[in-house]
């Protein structure tokens, strides 16, 4: 320990921040802002991401049919259901589960209001999520008209848990044609789709008379437990005709990612919204730091006179820049807590802290405070030892 | 080891380039001996400031032998410049002292630069010095809570809390009342005798001309008298 003792100074850096607790607080609100910005641009786009394939993750497949012509999870195109049919051909598949999917106008039961809802039509009876208590939940579509209704959807659809909760019968309209909720599900929300539900293919192809019957938006496989997926699925594509996509489920689900990373500019503008917050973090570091080091420059030079090296002086300008950015980190990373709370609670969009991004925001402001810090000690160059006499 | 502790020969530093040079100091030579306390006077602008920063290590010199503490510093690098400013003890016009520390860590900063030594015995060096200097009841206070006086000694203090073996001071008692100054002066020679320091100041002030072993008058750039 004796070398702790005799490594141990005055903590110089430390007090020129708090003995000017006005700037200090200036300095702090600064770096927290930008911290904040990153945070909730981040996560925006993070949760953005999540959301759009909250309802891929629970399907009950290895391997998913779509047509090539199919977008996004808000624009699937059909095709034939007996490629899906074919893929039985194989022998390492199992099972499979032909699914209807699109969006239809669902009338607010309270306003009379239409709103665009994302409806996924099934056979009750095939495995469609992994989860066993949606699969039972499935029996109770088996009659016509029923569909079960996702909690997590946007209020604007209207009180349906609510009063589902309080024992009434819950009928609306799509498209014309009565529905009864038969029972609550928890999917949640994305950009695409303020809200889900589930139902027959019976009822959902009553819902939409005009699409085909043998044609579905989604085809899930399901292989033997020892089948390798990407084998498996190399083995489809070669098979199968030019009309059907065969992805693995991972890929599904980076086929609905990319959608929004790169057909849209939502990923982009909130990747911008954080590097912004970015360059504003810099300039506020910088400017305080600057000016720091400008007003205290007789005393680095009287510190130069005094026999300090010019390295140990820059590493109390450093110094300075890391505790700016330990002391600006956290109460943003709090009110991006809170932020997130408060987004969740209004939007429902699965947006959390992680600590991937928690690191990532650490790491940006940890950048900004230092890289503001060697800018500022250029100024630290100027002092000149001999001027103070 | 010599037993001087500065020796000048032919000294000449000029400022500015081509028509703008000026020759502010000419072929000055001088020595100062271990424990000897050395008076500088003149007009302003004659020079006594360039002089005092050149034996301080602070500028790089032109023309001309400077030997400070047995260093030879005509070519000296930034490097070796600033390890023998440690061994000097320099005292300003203006205190100069981080308005961002005590008094007591203010001193400090001057002890830690002595090596081998652990933060609590640099910490009693710093208060020891105080002490000396008649402050110890000061020593939680910040700069802007002490008198001109006082700041200035606390400024003395830290230049001695380095155990420097050469002590530059550049009017230290222009901002002090005569009975201060006095005070300042006869400590900072009873100080320096202690330590066996070498104290090279310059002054404008008549009344503590006594306190020196030598006086040295200084005019337009060239040393007067030895007296």
């Known amino acids: 320990m004796n070398w702790f003792w005799q490594g141990r100074r005055i903590p110089l850096s430390w007090l020129l921040l708090t003995r000017q607790p006005v700037r200090l607080l200036v300095a702090l609100a600064g770096i927290s802002f930008a911290g904040i910005l990153m945070f909730m641009q981040l996560g925006f786009r993070d949760g953005l991401f999540d959301a759009s394939i909250t309802v891929h993750r629970l399907f009950d497949a290895d391997l998913v049919l779509i047509s090539p012509r199919s977008a996004s999870s808000v624009r699937m195109a059909g095709f034939p259901r007996r490629r899906l049919v074919q893929t039985l051909a194989d022998p390492q598949v199992e099972g499979i589960t032909p699914v209807h999917w699109g969006l239809m106008l669902w009338r607010n039961p309270e306003t009379r209001k239409n709103r665009a809802i994302l409806a996924l039509g099934y056979n009750p009876d095939d495995p469609f999520f992994i989860t066993s208590e949606l699969n039972s939940q499935s029996q109770l579509l088996k009659q016509k008209g029923r569909i079960l209704f996702d909690q997590l959807s946007r209020p604007e659809f209207g009180p349906i848990a609510d009063w589902y909760r309080e024992g009434r019968v819950v009928e609306t309209e799509i498209a014309g044609n009565r529905v009864r909720v038969v029972g609550l599900v928890d999917l949640g929300t994305s950009f695409g789709a303020d809200g889900n539900l589930l139902t027959s293919t019976e009822t959902f192809l009553d819902l939409q008379p005009q699409k085909p019957p043998g044609s579905i938006e989604v085809g899930l496989v399901r292989l033997q437990s020892d089948a390798n997926p990407i084998e498996v699925r190399d083995r489809l594509r070669d098979k199968l005709p030019e009309d059907v996509l065969v992805l693995t489920k991972q890929g599904f689900m980076d086929f609905e990612q990319n959608y929004w990373r790169s057909s849209t500019s939502i990923g982009f503008i909130f990747t911008l919204g954080a590097a912004m917050g970015f360059v504003v973090g810099c300039v506020i570091v910088y400017q305080v730091l600057y000016t720091d080091v400008s007003e205290h420059l007789p005393e680095y030079a009287t510190l130069m006179a005094m026999g300090y090296r010019l390295t140990h002086l820059l590493g109390v300008v450093i110094r300075e820049g890391f505790y700016l950015a330990i002391l600006g980190y956290l109460p943003a990373y709090m009110a991006g807590q809170g932020l997130y709370w408060f987004v969740r609670d209004a939007t429902r969009l699965p947006v959390g802290m992680n600590v991937t991004r928690a690191v990532t925001v650490l790491v940006m402001i940890l950048l900004m405070c230092m890289a503001s810090a060697f800018l500022a000690m250029r100024r630290l160059i100027d002092a000149d030892p001999a001027e103070i006499f | ?227």
């Open chain 2, 1 to 227: 080891m010599s037993t001087k502790a500065v020796h000048i020969q032919s000294l000449t530093h000029s400022f500015g380039r081509g028509s703008m040079r000026r020759e502010v100091l000419k072929n000055i030579s001088l020595s100062i001996a271990k424990g000897e306390v050395v008076l500088l006077t003149g007009p302003s602008g004659c020079g006594k400031t360039t002089l005092l920063t050149l034996i301080g290590a602070l500028r790089t010199i032109q023309s001309g032998d400077v030997t400070v503490l047995g260093q030879e510093l005509r070519g000296a690098g930034r490097r070796r410049r600033q390890q023998l400013r440690r061994r000097i003890g320099m005292i300003f016009q203006g205190h100069n002292l981080l308005r961002c520390l005590t008094a007591e860590q203010n001193v400090q900063m001057g002890a830690d630069l002595l090596p081998d030594l652990s933060y609590r015995a640099r910490r009693d060096q710093a208060r020891q010095w105080l002490r000396a200097v008649g402050l110890d009841d000061q020593l939680s206070k910040l700069p802007h809570d002490l008198s001109g006086g006082q700041k200035q000694r606390v400024a003395i203090a830290r230049a001695l809390a380095a155990n420097p073996q050469l002590l530059l001071a550049d009017e230290p008692t222009a901002a002090l009342d005569s009975v201060t100054g006095r005070d300042v002066v006869e400590l900072l020679r009873k100080l320096a005798r202690d330590q066996s320091c070498a104290v090279l100041m310059v002054t404008h002030d008549p009344r503590i001309l006594d306190v020196a072993d030598r006086l040295i008058q200084m005019e337009d750039g060239t040393l007067l008298s030895t007296v």
